[in-house]
């Protein structure tokens, strides 16, 4: 579903849409944040400051179109000085905006705990908006992103959500 179109409108409208915890406050609702999705549907949802019930005219929980991998986590590499938890992805492709990608790495650096995602091109930093997996989501835009060569790099400062064996999901939304 999402939240009216046109008035009126009224903090009700925001926490049927997107949940949130009582007492609500429209500072809980920034695009981005953990209840609204960074997606063009939500382009009128400011990511910080002023905030008002009319910038949510239309507004989405939906997070757009996904794509689910399964990583199987069964190895601890240690090369170029450092170990990671990693794994296999299946599939090792994902569709960022209309263009398939296939993804090189995804792993927790033990060294710097941090996570990593490598993909095969320089996609430019935009086509997705999270990356969720299990139940801890990654937002693109708060990852440090880079160009080394022909590959594009995301790094974020946590990668525990990555488990030290066994399977977890990995749903990329756009």
Same mark, same amino acid.
């Given at each position: 579903?999402?939240?009216?179109?046109?008035?009126?409108?009224?903090?009700?409208?925001?926490?049927?849409?997107?949940?949130?915890?009582?007492?609500?406050?429209?500072?809980?609702?920034?695009?981005?944040?953990? =209840?609204?999705? @960074?997606?063009?549907?939500? !382009? +009128?949802?400011?990511t &910080?400051?002023? %905030?008002?019930? *009319?910038?949510?005219?239309?507004?989405?929980?939906?997070?757009?179109?996904?794509?689910?991998?399964?990583?199987?986590?069964?190895?601890?590499?240690?090369?170029?000085?450092?170990?990671?938890?990693?794994?296999?992805l299946?599939?090792?492709?994902?569709?960022?905006?209309?263009?398939?990608?296939?993804?090189?790495?995804?792993?927790?650096?033990?060294?710097?705990?941090?996570l990593? =995602?490598?993909? @095969?091109?320089?996609?430019? !930093? +935009?086509?997705?908006? &999270?990356?969720? %997996?299990?139940? *801890?989501?990654?937002?693109?835009?708060?990852?440090?992103?880079?160009?080394?060569?022909?590959?594009?790099?995301?790094?974020?400062?946590?990668?525990?959500?990555?488990?030290?064996?066994?399977?977890?999901?990995?749903?990329?939304?756009?």
């Open positions: 579903m999402a939240v009216t179109s046109s008035a009126p409108i009224d903090i009700g409208d925001l926490v049927t849409e997107f949940g949130g915890s009582t007492p609500h406050s429209l500072t809980e609702y920034y695009r981005g944040g953990s =209840l609204v999705p @960074n997606t063009t549907a939500n !382009n +009128s949802v400011p &910080s400051g002023a %905030i008002s019930l *009319t910038d949510f005219f239309g507004a989405t929980a939906s997070g757009g179109t996904s794509d689910t991998l399964t990583l199987t986590v069964g190895t601890i590499l240690i090369f170029r000085g450092f170990s990671a938890l990693a794994g296999s299946s599939p090792n492709t994902v569709e960022f905006d209309s263009w398939n990608v296939q993804i090189i790495s995804l792993y927790h650096n033990l060294s710097d705990g941090k990593y =995602l490598i993909i @095969n091109q320089n996609s430019g !930093n +935009s086509g997705w908006t &999270s990356m969720q %997996i299990g139940s *801890t989501t990654y937002n693109r835009t708060d990852a440090t992103y880079s160009v080394p060569g022909a590959v594009s790099n995301w790094v974020w400062s946590d990668g525990s959500a990555i488990p030290s064996s066994g399977t977890v999901s990995v749903t990329f939304t756009e």
